[in-house]
């Protein structure tokens, strides 16, 4: 079975989709807080990690 | 020197259900944040910029955040926030839910009894144009046309198939959306992330009542219905609401 075969790329797809809502989604506050990411792309800066880490994963094969 | 982590904001005198780390509630009237410590050696905002870009430490810190909230699924209503706020005091924690407590109140009040399921779609581009071509050569033996025209339909085809697709993702969002009490869609993964030979076509995220399997058994008929043609469908969650409190506070 092919979810067999792949392990590491069906936990990839488990990251993606993390990446999609903890990363993407959720209420952005702004404004009072003190440290922080609210003004960074944190997609676009996942998808960059995860983007590299399949190219290096794909590269080891 | 630790600085307080804040995953969500949940209803004053919520059970805190058990978490993979240590997390509390820090109240100011009807609300409170679920909070847990973190080291602003590795929070801090020149730590965190350094971090993101650490595979291994992003998505060990995902995978907590969303455990934290998944904790409380099914169990209390909760608003996510996004990854990494993060404040110094209790004080400030307090300040920011009481500056935006109509909010939370009303998203809260929204989000009871209801969870988020997320449905994709994928296509085997392949099989599916040769359906579509399977079943234009049995009109084109029929109608008995010479082979230039039968070149330019081949290639309508292609488009033709394009087209199909686009509808097909539509189609299926507006059935499932018939199934849910509100849905979006948001951008399909490429293969490079999802790993796959299939193509997504449809990354929706819908919000539905708990324990009602209406939207489950919906994509299961569109399974039923699309299988044949190289098209399948994948439900996933429940997830805390992520894709449903989306109102961005905007910056003062």
């Given amino acids: 079975m092919s979810v067999v075969e792949r392990p590491p790329l069906e936990q990839q797809v488990t990251l993606v989709e993390l990446v999609d809502r ?29 983007l590299s880490s399949v190219s290096a994963l794909e590269a080891a094969r | 020197m630790s600085g307080f982590y804040v ?3 949940v209803a004053a005198g919520s059970a805190v259900p058990a978490s993979p780390v240590a997390v509390r509630l820090v109240e100011c009237g009807s609300l409170a944040a679920v909070v847990g410590d973190v080291s602003l050696e590795e929070f801090g905002e020149d730590a965190l910029a ?9 998505e060990a810190h995902a995978r907590t955040h969303d455990a934290v909230l998944h904790a409380f699924v ?11 706020a993060i404040y110094r005091t209790e004080d400030e924690v307090r300040r920011m839910l009481e500056t935006r407590r109509e909010f939370f109140e009303t998203t809260l009040a929204q989000l009871r009894g209801r969870v988020e399921m997320g449905v994709k779609a994928w296509i085997d581009r392949a099989a599916f144009q040769r359906q579509l071509a399977r079943r234009g050569a049995a009109e084109e033996a029929a109608s008995g046309r010479g082979y230039l025209e039968r070149r330019q339909s081949e290639l309508a085809a292609a488009g033709e198939a394009s087209r199909r ?6 189609a299926s969002h507006e059935r499932l959306l018939a199934a849910a009490v509100d849905g979006v869609t948001n951008r399909a993964q490429p293969r490079e992330l999802t790993g796959r030979l299939d193509e997504m076509i449809l990354n929706g995220a819908y919000l539905v009542p708990e324990d009602d399997s209406r ?7 569109l399974s039923e219905e699309w299988g044949r043609l190289g098209v399948s469908f994948e439900a996933t969650g429940p997830w805390p609401p992520y894709n449903f409190a989306r109102i961005e506070e905007p910056a003062r």
């Fill in chain 2, 215 to 221: 939207l489950v058994d919906e994509v299961a008929r």
């Fill in chain 2, 50 to 58: 350094r971090n993101l870009n650490d595979r291994e430490w992003l």
């Fill in chain 2, 165 to 170: 697709v686009a509808e097909l993702a539509r």
């Fill in chain 1, 22 to 50: 903890v990363l993407g989604k959720g209420v952005v506050i702004t404004g009072d807080i003190t440290l922080s990411v609210a003004g960074v792309d944190l997609v676009y800066v996942g998808l960059r990690v995860l």
């Fill in chain 2, 74 to 84: 099914g169990v209390t209503p909760v608003v996510p926030l996004r990854f990494g």
């Fill in chain 2, 7 to 9: 995953y969500g904001v």
